[in-house]
């Protein structure tokens, strides 16, 4: 069932402990598909100004992505974002947005990308990501990422296009700060309530949780003891959840199915940060990601004992 | 084996989004005991003041708890904390710590509690670890929890007393800031290079993380909705995993051993936070621990599938 991704494709510059790119390919709707193309055809659309190269174009169409719905502004620049991560990699900086072209933003999508029967809406103005959902043609399954300039601008349009979608996937922190929960689980369970039937949320270095209406599941990150990069791992994480969703549409209701599609996010997540940008997804190799998620599997099985234990409650009333 | 504790005995008084105590009996020696107490015979030392009274020391004495070795001081007080939470739980502030007796601690331990196999060094200042260190005969098992506070003060003793240990419970936060290392599992590589086998990073509401020689194993938290009260859910969480341990020295090379001792501390630091203080772990019955590891294993299992991904690297020679 092929994919259609609506959203970011950017330059970025970074800095982090381990050293620094001045222009890497980035964006949301790149790194989703560069993860999401191991599962499906997947249809990019989003645009790109005259700097925008065919070495770029080549490498957004890595595993067969349509890049037909590209679009390229002539004498525009592309989205830029700088930014410098510290020390522990998990607090980042901005040091300069330029929307360029993004900044007038349309979607247009060919045939193509209307028919796709999946559908992720990335971290866009939730304006635009209604107009998407409004000019495609009926997808099976829609996917959202948000972020907390929406939440704190644009909350009611929000949470009309939440209401009409199967899968919210946001930062732990997003999803808190959307609903105005304090725990994950209450939170998760709000947003239930408005209508999607997934709420996935990324919580970086700790991994992520799946909540459903039967009960939730949670995945720590895949241990990485040199991480280069974090850029684009939440969007990587949701190509291969929404890729591996895609693959399996007729058997989400099976328990291993949303399990697994957490553990190929989170192998594709885990590569994506070994080394700057996009680099490491672009030359990466189908085993690499199964041999992950085996060892995801493994390093998180266990059997409960028999185990006898005391019993007794406090004698308080001396 | 029974299990040697030595820390702080307190009264907390705590305000969180739920409501407030005043007074509750509280302290890591009293969390850790209540919950280790389930798996065997726990000794706890530390010290109390005149306002202790009758029914908060059979509450310690719940499950079969030894207390002589909490040593009252005439004319003292029993340490106090007070502390607010914040809506998410996840921050509080101290406004009031009196050390009270506790400024004054000098652990005496009796020949049953010096005679121990298993000995848990709560948080208190390294330099006294050392010493109960040094007054214990010849424990199989040493674990350790340590705070800021010593890692900024007397980094120097905390490392030493680290050395002669075999494993470190402390949470992410402290780990990385007790190595300088970003990445958890480099922080924690290199304790494991200090001397200890085991490192344990209590993650909070995203759950803990165990690193040995051999490999990692993570556990999410188990999902409470309703968190009323997070004060003493890392001394819980230590009580179970150690009390586990305890009861398995013999099998700890078992890769299931200390993965269940991960899930039965997960299990009762869940109990832990659902009521405030010891309230609700005092009344906990064994079968309610059980159910919640059981559930734990049911909620982290996934089998990987067998599935064709597609294959591409990214062509950027154009």
Redesign the interface.
């Known amino acids: 069932m092929s994919i259609t991704v609506v959203g970011s494709i950017a330059f970025d510059a970074v800095r982090t402990?381990s050293g620094e790119r001045e222009r890497m390919l980035g964006g949301a709707a790149t790194h989703f598909a560069l993860a999401a193309?191991?599962?499906?055809t997947v249809h990019v659309v989003g645009p790109v100004g005259d700097d925008f190269g065919?070495?770029d174009?080549?490498?957004l169409?890595?595993?067969?992505t349509r890049t037909g719905d590209v679009e390229r502004i002539a004498g525009g620049r592309t989205f830029f974002w700088r930014g410098v991560y510290g020390?522990?990699?998990n607090t980042r900086e901005t040091l300069d947005t330029q929307l360029n072209v993004f900044a007038q933003f349309a979607p247009k999508l060919s045939a193509a990308a209307r028919a796709a029967g999946v559908l992720f809406l990335a971290n866009i103005q939730p304006a635009l990501q209604a107009r998407v959902l409004d000019a495609c043609d009926s997808p099976r399954f829609v996917a959202l990422d948000s972020m907390n300039l929406w939440i704190e601008t644009a909350r009611d349009a929000l949470v009309d296009v939440i209401a009409r979608i199967d899968c919210l996937i946001v930062n732990d922190g997003e999803l808190?700060q959307l609903t105005g929960r304090?725990?994950?689980?209450?939170a998760a369970?709000e947003v239930l309530g408005w209508g999607p039937s997934l709420v996935v949320a990324k919580?970086g270095?700790?991994?992520a949780?799946l909540?459903t209406r039967d009960?939730?599941?949670?995945?720590?990150?895949y241990?990485?003891?040199?991480?280069v990069d974090p850029t684009g791992a939440g969007d990587t994480f949701a190509g291969g959840f929404v890729g591996?969703v895609a693959?399996h549409l007729d058997a989400l209701g099976d328990?291993?199915v949303l399990?697994?599609a957490?553990?190929y996010g989170t192998a594709l997540a885990s590569h994506n940060v070994e080394e700057f940008g996009?680099e490491r997804v672009?030359?990466?190799?189908?085993q690499e990601?199964?041999d992950r998620?085996?060892e995801l599997?493994a390093?998180?099985?266990?059997?409960?004992?028999a185990?006898?234990?005391?019993?007794?409650?406090?004698?308080?009333?001396?």
């Open positions: 402990p193309s191991f599962f499906d065919a070495g174009l080549a490498a169409a890595t595993r067969g020390e522990d990699l808190r304090a725990s994950l689980l209450a369970r919580q270095e700790n991994g949780a909540i009960g939730s599941f949670a995945l720590p990150a241990p990485v003891a040199h991480v591996y693959r328990r291993d399990r697994n957490m553990a996009t672009e030359r990466l190799r189908a990601i199964h998620v085996a599997a390093m998180t099985r266990f059997e409960p004992p185990l006898e234990l005391r019993e007794g409650v406090a004698a308080r009333g001396a």
